[in-house]
C-alpha cells in the first residue's frame, strides 16, 4: 500500500478519480515477472494510433506487457525522455497476449490525455527493422525489476542497429524524464469530456473550494499484501497535521478498507471534526 498527499485543486481531483497519480517519485523493487499480469477483463477497444504503418528510422522499444493505466503512463513517459537522450523513437510493444487490456488503456488516454496520443507509437502502426539487437537494461542484481535506473545516453547510443529492444518493462524511474516534465506537461490537457465530468463529480460532493482538501491515494489489490492499518492511519493524520487541513477525499481500489481508514481516522479527538 502507499498514500499519497495532493493539493486538490478541481485538477487534481480529476487526476486521483482515473488514478493518474503518475509522477510521484516512489522507488519499489518489485520483480517484473511478479508484478506483471497477464490476464485481462477488458474488451479490445481497437488502435488508437492514425498513422499508416511504417518504418521510422532509428528505433527503441520495451518488453510489453498486461499492466494498468499508471504503468502504461510510466512506459510512455520514460520512452519519451530516453527518445530526447538517444535520438531514437520510442515505439510502444503490444502483442497479442497484451492487446485487450493496452487498447483498453490507450483508448482510456485518448478520452483523457489526447494530445499524449500524438507522442505515442506502437508496433500496429509502425514497423520494426529486421534489422535489430536485444539489450538487457536497467536490471538490479541481474534481475528486471520496475523501478531501476540506467543512463541510457552512456549505454545506447553507439548502437547501429535500426531497432534496440530492452529488455525491461515498467521503466518505473523519474530520471528517465525529469528534464522534459515541462514538455510532457504540454500534453496532459485534459479533454473537454474529462473536465464536464470531474466537474459534476465534484459538484456533487458540494465541494466549494478544493484547494482546502487533502487528497488521500490508497491502493491495494496489486499489491502482495494489505498493509498495516494503523501505518495508513497514521500517515493520513500527519499529512492533515502538516498541511493543516480541515478535510480530506480519499482515493483507491478497496471501498472497504477506505471507508474504515476514514472512520477511524476521525475516532481521534484530535480529528473529529475532520470532513
Known amino acids: 500500500m502507499f498514500y499519497e498527499k495532493m493539493n486538490c485543486t478541481p485538477k487534481g481531483i480529476i487526476i486521483s478519480i482515473f488514478a493518474l ?84 488503456h490507450l483508448g482510456m488516454i485518448q478520452i483523457i490525455f489526447p494530445d499524449l496520443m500524438k507522442i505515442t507509437r506502437t508496433n500496429a502502426a509502425f514497423k520494426i527493422s529486421k534489422n535489430n539487437v536485444k539489450i538487457r537494461f536497467a536490471e538490479y542484481h541481474g534481475l528486471s525489476v520496475c523501478c531501476s535506473y540506467e543512463d541510457p545516453t552512456w549505454r545506447l547510443s553507439n548502437y547501429s542497429e535500426d531497432h534496440i529492444f530492452l529488455e525491461t518493462t515498467f521503466m518505473q524511474n523519474s530520471l528517465y524524464f525529469e528534464r522534459q516534465i515541462p514538455e510532457l506537461m504540454k500534453y496532459l490537457k485534459f479533454s473537454e469530456e474529462v473536465i464536464r465530468n470531474g466537474e459534476k463529480i465534484i459538484n456533487s460532493w458540494n465541494v466549494t473550494n478544493a484547494a482546502q482538501f487533502s487528497c488521500i491515494h490508497v491502493r491495494l489489490t496489486d499489491h502482495f499484501s494489505k498493509s498495516d492499518a494503523n501505518f495508513s492511519q497514521a500517515g493520513i493524520k500527519f499529512l492533515l497535521e502538516k498541511e493543516k487541513y480541515n478535510d480530506f477525499i480519499i482515493f483507491g481500489d478497496d471501498q472497504s478498507y477506505m471507508k474504515d481508514l476514514s472512520t477511524n481516522v476521525k475516532r481521534d479527538p484530535a480529528f473529529k471534526d475532520v470532513m
Do not use: M
Not at 497477464?38 to 498486461?66: M, Q
Open 21 to 104: 497519480i503518475v509522477l510521484s517519485f516512489y522507488i519499489r523493487d518489485y520483480s517484473a515477472n511478479d508484478y506483471c499480469s497477464s490476464t485481462s477483463n477488458y474488451e479490445p477497444k481497437g488502435n488508437h494510433i492514425l498513422e499508416d504503418s511504417i518504418i521510422i528510422g532509428k528505433t527503441f522499444s520495451f518488453k510489453t506487457c498486461c499492466s494498468q493505466l499508471g504503468n502504461q503512463l510510466f512506459r510512455i513517459f520514460s520512452g519519451f525522455g530516453i527518445e530526447k537522450a538517444i535520438g531514437r523513437k520510442h515505439i510502444l510493444i503490444i502483442d497479442e497476449g497484451c492487446r485487450a487490456e493496452n487498447d483498453y
